[in-house]
């Protein structure tokens, strides 16, 4: 007797519902690879398991609400498929990677099983919205890809992939805070003035400052190329630009189009700027 193919191979399933992870993993990505030099077989590897990592929390995520009845039993088995595969994919990736000497980079992934592990322990408390600490610390350890794909391009644990790790992350978290800004902004009032508007946004204005003062220094003191400042400053100036013009009543679609637009231009500028 064969199963119907739909208890298994269902999107909402199988894939992560709210896109904008896939920024937060392939920017640092993108970066890391790029600032290594060189694309090799580890590198590879190393793209496939951090996709097979960052694809396995939907099917988790599912299986815990399945299990603690937040949903059907019936999105078990597809739950329990998406883990299999992905785990085991994912796997031989990581073995791939163990077997070209790469072993040191997996120590990476350590943080973030402890993130993910408390993440599920919120989902299965009926927790896990509106937790900014966690997507913060989420994000810190999506940016770690930066370091592990630097370290793969260079051969080595080299000490410039934390300093990658540190630029990625302090964008993300900028971003982080902006798109929450945003979020709250859709139900303001049309009434607020700017210094209203201002204090609104404090938290993702202040950051957002603080990472272009912080990179302006680096690139003066020659820590990293002249230039570089200026992906930063695109972040800053969208989130300046998001600040005066609140998002009142726009779609979330609308503002996650618009948040993986300037982080694809900061991810391109950063690239750009780096030599």
Request: aromatic share 12%.
């Amino acid at each position: 007797m064969t199963l119907p193919t739909n208890r298994f191979f269902r999107r909402a399933v199988a894939l992560p519902t709210d896109h904008g992870t896939w920024v937060f993993l392939l920017t640092p990505l993108l970066i890391g690879l790029y600032v290594g030099g060189r694309w090799t077989t580890p590198s590879f590897y190393l793209v496939v398991a951090t996709l097979c990592g960052l694809l396995m929390r939907q099917p988790l995520t599912i299986a815990i609400k399945a299990l603690s009845g937040r949903r059907s039993r019936t999105d078990l088995p597809a739950a329990v498929f998406w883990i299999a595969v992905y785990g085991a994919v994912g796997l031989a990736h990581v073995g791939g990677l163990a077997l070209r000497g790469y072993g040191y980079v997996l120590l990476l992934a350590t943080p973030g099983v402890a993130v993910f592990a408390w993440h599920l322990y919120l989902v299965s408390r009926r927790r896990e919205r509106d937790q900014l600490a966690i997507e913060l610390l989420g994000s810190g350890v999506l940016a770690l890809s930066a370091t592990g794909a630097y370290w793969i391009g260079v051969g080595r644990p080299d000490p410039g992939g934390w300093l990658l790790w540190g630029l990625a992350w302090i964008q993300s978290a900028a971003s982080i805070l902006y798109v929450h800004l945003r979020l709250d902004q859709r139900s303001a009032s049309a009434d607020l003035g700017w210094r209203e508007l201002v204090a609104m946004a404090r938290s993702a204005l202040v950051l957002a400052t603080l990472n272009l003062g912080f990179v302006f220094v680096l690139c003066t003191a020659d820590v990293v190329p002249r230039w570089l400042f200026l992906p930063y400053l695109v972040q800053w100036l969208e989130v300046l630009r998001g600040t005066l013009q609140p998002a009142i009543a726009l779609q979330p679609k609308a503002i996650g189009f618009r948040q993986l637009a300037v982080s694809t231009l900061f991810t391109l500028l950063f690239i750009l700027t780096w030599h």
